[in-house]
C-alpha cells in the first residue's frame, strides 16, 4: 500500500504525560499507532527515527511516523518526511546495487570496499542527526557519489556540518 492509494490513516494521537520528544509509527496489523522512541532531547529521538526508516525500507514495507515535542510548554507535532512502500523497494534495491560495482577498471579490494562502506555510514549518520531520514533513489546516488569521490576527513567533516545543521 503507498500514499497514492485512497487509505488513509488515522492521525497520530498526542503522547499523553509532559512533553518531551516522543516518535510514533502506524502499525498496519493493528490499525494504531505505538510509541518507537522517546528522550527529553530530540536527536536520540530523530536517531532511532532515522534506523528504523532504513530497517522498514530494507523490508520493502510502508513506513508512517509521526514526531511530537515540546513547545511552549505544550505539545506540538512536527514534520517528518515519510517513504511509501514503492519509493523504499525501490531504494532498498539501490542501497543493495550501490555497494561497489565493477563498473571501474578493477573491483576494488576488501580494504576498498570496507572504507566506502564506513564513509557511506557516516554520511548517513549524518544526514540522520540533520532530520533527512527517507532517501530517495537520486538522493542514494548522490550520497554514493560523495562516498566514492571524497577521502575520509571531508565525508566525516560534512558529517559533522549536518550533524549541527539537525541540532
Do not use: I
Amino acid at each position: 500500500m503507498n500514499a497514492v492509494e485512497t487509505t488513509t490513516r488515522p492521525q497520530s494521537p498526542q503522547p499523553t504525560g509532559a512533553p518531551r520528544w516522543v516518535a510514533l509509527f502506524y502499525r498496519p496489523s493493528s490499525a494504531g499507532w505505538q510509541v518507537c522512541a522517546e528522550s527529553p532531547h530530540r536527536s536520540p529521538v530523530q536517531y532511532a527515527l532515522g534506523e528504523m526508516a532504513q530497517t522498514v525500507r530494507a523490508r520493502g514495507e510502508d513506513l508512517a511516523v509521526s514526531l511530537w515535542g515540546p513547545k511552549d510548554g505544550g505539545w506540538q507535532r512536527f514534520d517528518v518526511s515519510t517513504t511509501t512502500a514503492t519509493t523504499a523497494a525501490t531504494t532498498a534495491t539501490t542501497a543493495t546495487a550501490s555497494q561497489p560495482s565493477s563498473a571501474g577498471p578493477k573491483e576494488p579490494g576488501k580494504l576498498a570496499e570496507r572504507m566506502n562502506d564506513r564513509r557511506q555510514q557516516v554520511l548517513m549518520a549524518g544526514l540522520s542527526k540533520a532530520g533527512v531520514y527517507d532517501l530517495a533513489p537520486d538522493d542514494q546516488a548522490a550520497v554514493q557519489a560523495l562516498v566514492e569521490r571524497l577521502d575520509e576527513t571531508t565525508v566525516r567533516k560534512v558529517a559533522q556540518w549536518l550533524a549541527a545543521a539537525g541540532s
